[in-house]
């Protein structure tokens, strides 16, 4: 069966430092992977979108980049954070032609 | 551009009820509708998942129909729980393979 992971569960950085936060799928080969932020009161923004190994789309310009440097790995990064970088990160996988999403635990990142 | 709308933004209700959540999108030219229920603090859970020619359906308690032509969806939660309490959120993807959000119903079932 697939299952995605992502991790940390919750991060506390301070304003100017870097970022990394990590996605990876199992049991699923080619998947698109994507990146959301659901920041406090609001709905979810899709921020990065992967359809395969060094193809990311980008949906809102911001402070943030996304990198696929594996099929099933889908990275999250910041040079330097932002105070309204805070929020909570989401990926998901979709499976070609299946279209149905399935959604990580989440990552709790707040900018101090 | 596709726009999702969730109705209502909260209901509270008291256990045992039955529930109708609405979904509208503004662009009918979709491939599917998918349920998500989202407990506080946590990530996104899969309810159901209608695909563009069909018209409904069904897991357990949970009943979601889609009319294609009027941009809409329901969810129908049948003898509602306190476990039930959650946020519900409607997402629809189009051509581009990307889903778009409603901003969700926050329920709370109380015994």
């Known amino acids: 069966s697939q299952t995605i992971h992502q991790w940390p569960a919750t991060l506390v950085q301070p304003v100017g430092s870097p970022l990394s936060l990590e996605c990876t799928v199992e049991g699923t080969s080619n998947p698109n992977l994507y990146w959301y932020r659901q920041a406090a009161g609001r709905g979810l923004q899709l921020l990065f979108y992967?359809?395969?190994?060094?193809?990311i789309s980008s949906e809102v310009p911001q402070n943030l980049s996304a990198s696929r440097p594996q099929d099933r790995q889908f990275i999250l990064s910041s040079k330097k954070l932002l105070l309204s970088d805070s929020g909570f990160y989401l990926c998901a996988w979709s499976g070609r032609g299946t279209y149905g999403y399935t959604f990580g635990s989440g990552t709790r990142l707040t900018v101090v | 551009k596709q726009e999702v709308t969730q109705i209502p933004a909260a209901l509270s209700v008291p256990e045992g009820e039955n529930l109708v959540l609405n979904c509208s999108f503004t662009?009918?030219?979709?491939?599917?509708l998918q349920w998500f229920r989202q407990d506080p603090g946590k990530g996104l859970t899969s309810l159901l998942l209608i695909q563009s020619s069909q018209r409904e359906q069904t897991s357990g308690r949970l009943n979601a129909s889609l009319d294609k032509s009027s941009g809409r969806s329901t969810l129908y939660i049948a003898a509602s729980q306190p476990g039930d309490s959650a946020t519900y959120l409607c997402?629809?993807?189009?051509?581009?393979?990307?889903?778009?959000f409603g901003t969700g119903t926050r329920l709370q079932v109380f015994p």
């Open positions: 662009d009918s030219a979709i491939y599917n």
């Open positions: 997402a629809v993807a189009g051509n581009t393979d990307k889903l778009i």
């Open positions: 992967s359809v395969g190994i060094g193809q």
